[in-house]
């Protein structure tokens, strides 16, 4: 099978191979074409199933389709609801938006890890890394839009003045200001670092268990991708889910002043 | 591994997204869900309601029943008073009758009788005349009665 062929190559050239993005330019302007592809392709299909959704959308008894729409909707209003306490146009829908994208971002990891790459090598593509959130452009690209929708926030609702005055004056009052400043500095950087490195440590984790796994032999693969996946299923919404719900609770945090 | 360009090309797609869906798909979703949570509770509320309006339905519904019955009960018990009261009226007329028809026969039969007796006493004086005149025709006396009979059989020869 697929495993011996690439024992020849060295198992290290497969992982390496798998790991490696589709890009095109040098330097800071490369761009992760696979990245930037799969994720809009999901992010469009996002985008057609729900405004699908939308459109049908009627008041008397949902179909399956918009039942599931729907589901997901309340799902995310209610963790809304639960933990912020204002009005806002934007965090439903933004809270909505990274948990189904983030979602399908994490299930391509699901998808046997050589049959994308098989395809888009016929294609002529030398390289096909398929799942988004294992690309630190793509976890950053989410977790520094929330961070300036942070800023934006803070400095919104607060002003400038109450914005700069909750980073210098709290947690321990106007005397320890350059403390106070250091402390709130790490922890504001810290939320999308943390964000970002999580998804991203989580996927490229069990991305590489199942490419490893895809080196053993084929009678032993079974046994192990099976049990892997069906607990990655666990993962990945999960990932998502707290990627989601950390920006509600960011941005409920932003809104709030003192 | 690096951050390059790529992140700024996912944050715009990311930035479309989320103002796609802010803009197109949740008002009009979360519009719909909130109408419908709206809408159930109406039916449900009307549910009971109608609930109510039924059990006081029904006991409207009983009272007229015991109503009815009452009523139709007072006009059984006066029918049947109506009814003993004709039975009781024309017990009397019958009785009136029968003493009038009684009367009348009793009237009847003594004229029957009266009649009978004077046919009677015709009768009888017509025997006693005739048997009076057996008696007397053995007992004659031609001589005697020579005019008599004279003027008896003068009037037969008249008549």
């Known amino acids: ?258 | 591994m690096s951050i390059n360009a790529t992140l700024i090309g996912q944050m715009i797609t990311f930035t479309l997204l989320v103002w796609f869906t802010m803009k197109y798909i949740w008002p009009p979703l979360i519009g719909a869900i909130e109408e419908r949570k709206s809408k159930i509770a109406e039916g449900l509320a009307a549910a009971e309601k109608g609930q109510e309006d039924m059990e006081r339905a029904a006991k409207k519904a009983a009272n007229v029943l015991r109503e009815a019955k009452q009523q139709s009960a007072d006009i059984v018990n006066l029918a049947q008073k109506r009814a003993n009261e004709i039975v009781e009226e024309s017990k009397g007329t019958a009785k009136q009758e029968g003493v009038r028809m009684i009367e009348a026969a009793q009237a009847q039969i003594e004229q029957e009788m009266q009649r009978a007796q004077e046919q009677m006493r015709k009768e009888v004086s017509a025997l006693a005349l005739k048997a009076a005149g057996q008696i007397l025709q053995q007992e004659i006396d031609k001589a005697k009665h020579k005019e008599l009979l004279g003027k008896v059989s003068e009037q037969l020869g008249q008549a």
Not at chain 1, 86 to 111: C, Y
């Open chain 1, 1 to 258: 099978m697929a495993s011996e062929e690439h024992a020849a190559e060295g198992a290290t050239q497969y992982i390496v191979h798998h790991l490696t993005p589709l890009s095109v330019g040098e330097g800071f302007w490369m761009l992760h074409l696979d990245t930037l592809f799969i994720s809009a392709v999901l992010g469009a299909l996002f985008i057609w199933v729900f405004k699908n959704a939308a459109e049908k959308a009627t008041t008397g008894v949902p179909g399956t389709g918009q039942a599931f729409v729907e589901m997901m909707i309340e799902f995310v209003d209610q963790q809304v609801k639960d933990t912020f306490h204002g009005r806002s146009e934007l965090i439903a829908p933004l809270g909505l938006t990274i948990f189904v994208w983030v979602f399908m971002w994490n299930f391509m990891d699901l998808f046997p890890v050589d049959i994308l790459p098989a395809i888009a090598g016929m294609m002529g593509m030398e390289y096909m890394r398929v799942v988004p959130s294992t690309d630190l452009n793509a976890t950053f690209a989410l977790s520094i839009s929330v961070f300036l929708l942070i800023i934006f926030y803070s400095i919104k609702i607060k002003g400038v003045l109450g914005f700069a005055k909750e980073l210098t004056c709290t947690p321990f009052g106007p005397w320890m200001m350059p403390f106070n400043l250091l402390l709130k500095l790490v922890e504001e950087i810290a939320k999308p670092i943390s964000l970002a490195l999580r998804l991203f440590g989580n996927l490229y984790a069990g991305e590489l268990i199942f490419i490893l796994i895809a080196l053993l032999p084929w009678y032993i693969q079974p046994l192990l991708s099976f049990p892997w996946a069906i607990f990655h299923i666990l993962i990945i919404t999960l990932q998502a889910f707290i990627f989601m719900v950390l920006t509600i609770v960011y941005l409920s945090m932003a809104h709030e002043d003192h």
